[in-house]
């Protein structure tokens, strides 16, 4: 549960207590020493200053996301490896550079999710949502 510290073209920063579970992750935007954190969402409820929400990343998003965040660096650290051990049967270069190659594509993984990323933040999915408005009955 967060607090809706501002709302401005039909968006909302919300600001959160942060846990411990949160270690040192900084996906979020950190404040006040790293005690709170604040995310900036699309305010679909209608959330004003000063309310209280809940926010849900759905279930079968978070796992899509997960997927692609290990996967595509992965994925391309295999393809790295297959290519520098297919270098190094066909020209004998040495296993460190076969290593190398293996790193290089890896990180070249996470620059293609560096790319995507704002593919990825213009439609949307992978954004967690307000999703009920908290207000106190009197």
């Known amino acids: 549960m967060g ?15 942060r846990h411990e579970a949160c270690g040192s992750c900084r996906a979020c935007t950190p404040l006040e020493g790293e005690k709170k954190m604040s995310v900036v969402l699309k305010n679909t409820p209608g959330a004003r200053v000063g309310d209280r929400v809940t926010v849900e990343l759905r279930g079968g998003t978070m796992l899509s996301a997960t997927a692609i965040a290990y996967g595509i660096p992965l ?14 049967g066909r020209y004998g270069i040495s296993e460190i550079y076969t290593a190398l190659i293996a790193i290089g594509s890896a990180a070249m993984g996470y620059g293609i999710l560096r790319l995507l990323n704002p593919v990825f933040s213009r439609k949307g999915r992978f954004s967690p949502e307000i999703r009920d408005i908290i207000r106190d009955e009197l």
């Open 75 to 88: 994925l391309m650290l295999i393809l790295g490896a297959v290519l520098g051990e297919w270098l190094r």
């Open 3 to 17: 607090t809706v510290e501002l709302v401005e073209n039909g968006m909302a920063t919300v600001v959160f207590n």
